[in-house]
């Protein structure tokens, strides 16, 4: 079956440290996203990939990272930087930008 | 500038009464506008999408929506609520072609009583 796999779903950290959140899609899609969801807030966008190798920041992008060096794989690294890491963390695609989303099923960060 | 606003944070029903989720845009383009749903812990899933063709939408699990241009709303609706209906509700606005990004209304909470 065709989607989006986000590992782990929940992960916990010490503050002060980074940490990888894994995305990967089997779906061939050219565009890869990442949106941080707080209660009541909606989901914000972070990043997002059009293509291979190339990447924008999105509303939130300060105290991430991320890379695009295949078309399945996105992730997203949050660094130290990021004053308010915990939240739940979504990655979609889509066939291109501002088509609908195939989401995962996200990763629940706790930082504390 | 293009905006979402989705009217109610929280809606309540019985089971097998109808429900209406509102949501309202502001763009200055033809947008496409969206219906997400987002069941507790997992990601989002596409209810219907309207893109200039009807503006009555059909989706899935008996869910509709109908474009109205001149009140700039795309309210959900459905018949008869189900259980099973109980998530959250996400209504998005995509500014058209490569102009910008999606903008997610903040939600609305749906809960179904028995």
């Known amino acids: 079956d065709g989607g989006i796999t986000q590992s782990p779903k929940y992960l916990f950290r010490k503050e002060g440290q980074n940490v990888t959140l894994s995305c990967e899609q089997n779906l061939n899609h050219d565009a890869m996203y990442w949106y941080r969801q707080d209660p009541g807030q909606g989901l914000r966008l972070i990043y997002y990939?059009?293509?291979?190798?190339?990447?924008q920041k999105g509303d939130i992008a300060e105290g991430y990272s991320v890379s695009r060096e295949k078309k399945e794989s996105f992730p997203l690294t949050v660094t130290s930087a990021q004053k308010n890491p915990t939240a739940f963390y979504l990655c979609?695609?889509?066939?291109?930008?501002?088509?609908?989303?195939?989401f995962g099923n996200g990763t629940r960060l706790t930082v504390t | 500038a293009q905006s979402v606003t989705q009217l109610d944070s929280h809606v309540s029903v019985s089971e097998g009464t109808p429900v209406l989720l509102r949501c309202n845009y502001s763009?200055?383009?033809?947008?496409?506008l969206f219906w997400y749903v987002q069941h507790p812990n997992k990601g989002l899933q596409l209810l219907l999408k309207?893109?200039?063709?009807?503006?009555l939408v059909k989706g899935i699990n008996g869910f509709e929506a109908e474009f109205k241009k001149s009140e700039t709303s795309f309210h959900l609706t459905k018949p008869s609520a189900h259980m099973s209906d109980a998530a959250e509700y996400f209504c998005?606005?995509?500014?058209?072609?490569?102009?910008?990004?999606?903008?997610f209304g903040k939600g609305t909470k749906l809960s179904v009583k028995p």
């Open positions: 990939s059009q293509i291979v190798n190339d990447f």
């Open positions: 979609a695609s889509s066939l291109a930008k501002n088509s609908p989303l195939h």
């Open positions: 763009s200055s383009y033809s947008p496409s």
């Open positions: 998005v606005v995509s500014p058209g072609g490569s102009q910008g990004n999606l903008i």
């Open positions: 309207y893109t200039s063709a009807a503006t």
